[in-house]
């Protein structure tokens, strides 16, 4: 079994910065793409930043030259930090990652259980 754990949300006011953290755990064999996700309640899911196993990088347009997403192979790890935070960056921040589990033969989609970012003064 895999898990995704999230941390690093909360509250913070306009302009400010949080760098947040997902750590995958399990029986992993290969991790492929990682990511971040965000939603506000009655939208859907979407994308915020991706970052392949080899480095490569995509951004949302809302949030290009603002936030920076990196990973850590060796501890499974994947970062989120950002910075100039506007109040519209407002939602729940979902990690994502594509991962192979030793027992099974093709990777799968696990996702954590979120956690909230909230920019208000």
């Known amino acids: 079994q895999v898990q995704l754990m999230e941390s690093g949300g909360g509250l913070v006011q306009p302009g400010g910065s949080l760098r947040l953290s997902c750590v995958a755990s399990g029986s992993i064999s290969k991790i492929d793409e990682m990511g971040w996700y965000r939603q506000v309640p009655g939208s859907e899911r979407s994308e915020v930043a991706t970052i392949t196993s080899t480095g490569i990088t995509n951004y949302a347009g809302s949030v290009k030259g603002r936030f920076t997403i990196s990973r850590d192979n060796t501890e499974n790890t994947v970062f989120l930090q950002m910075n100039s935070l506007k109040p519209d960056d407002t939602a729940a921040y979902y990690c994502?990652?594509?991962?192979?589990?030793?027992?099974?033969?093709?990777?799968?989609?696990?996702w954590g259980q979120g956690t909230q970012v909230t920019v208000s003064s």
């Open positions: 994502n990652a594509i991962i192979l589990t030793r027992s099974a033969t093709w990777p799968g989609d696990y």
